[in-house]
């Protein structure tokens, strides 16, 4: 069974420029989250959406971060525009169903903003 | 929020050695998860153990959901299992946001 796929795997932007990161889940998965993980820290859930909606997006800078997952299955998270502090890896996950599930973890894409 | 506090920060070992990591929760949660993230970035899933004791290989696991802490024990540590581990859960009341701990970085050398 394919995992989480994400991409790109790298990814370098000056600051002010946009930047749009892709995840497709496991086969299934009902449930994807995003999540920030800024070095040398856990990861933080920006957004989480239980098939094409959103259930918290509590964490999510709306004035600069987006993310959609219009037919359910995979999502875009979108940064426009980049501030330095946004360097960081975003990770994608998913579980099978909303509630205290086992989440899976794709390969991330690491960022850097200059 | 919960918080998740994981101990020790820094752990270095010997090949061959044994360790347990510790993860402290300051509510109850329903879902713990821990992982390894491996020099590439990449978290690994090692248990799922909402509580009880969980083996796979030289890891094991036991959690203590009335007590609000989880350990991991590494048995007979190898060099690939370098890297840093994560405990992870959600609040009781709060569906599946996992809230992570600081992570213990644990080198093992040869």
């Known amino acids: 069974e394919a995992g989480v796929a994400q991409s790109p795997r790298y990814k370098i932007i000056e600051k002010r420029q946009s930047v749009a990161f892709w995840c497709n889940p496991i086969s299934g998965h009902a449930t994807l989250y995003w999540y920030q993980q800024i070095l040398g820290q856990g990861p933080k859930l920006l957004i989480q959406?239980?098939?094409?909606?959103?259930?918290?997006d509590s964490q999510l800078p709306k004035d600069r971060f987006s993310a959609e997952r219009l037919k359910g299955v995979d999502s875009t998270l979108k940064i426009q525009p980049a501030k330095l502090e946004d360097s960081a890896v975003y990770l994608c996950?998913?579980?099978?169903?909303?509630?205290?599930?086992?989440?899976?973890f794709g390969p991330g894409t690491r960022l850097t903003v200059l | 929020g919960i918080q998740v506090e994981q101990s020790p920060p820094d752990l270095i070992l010997q090949e061959g050695a044994n360790s347990t990591l510790r993860c402290n929760f300051s509510d109850s949660v329903n879902n713990l998860q821990w992982f390894h993230q491996n020099p590439w970035g990449q978290l690994i899933n090692l248990f799922y153990i909402p509580s009880g004791t969980k083996q796979n290989g030289r890891l094991s696991a036991t959690t203590v959901a009335t007590e609000r802490y989880s350990l991991l024990y590494i048995s007979s540590s190898q060099t690939t299992d370098s890297g840093v581990y994560f405990c992870?859960?959600?609040?009781?009341?709060?569906?599946?946001?996992?809230?992570f701990g600081g992570g213990t970085r644990l080198m093992v050398k040869p």
């Open positions: 992870a859960g959600p609040p009781g009341n709060a569906g599946n946001m996992l809230t």
């Open positions: 996950a998913s579980s099978l169903v909303l509630s205290y599930n086992e989440q899976f």
């Open positions: 959406f239980q098939n094409n909606g959103v259930v918290d």
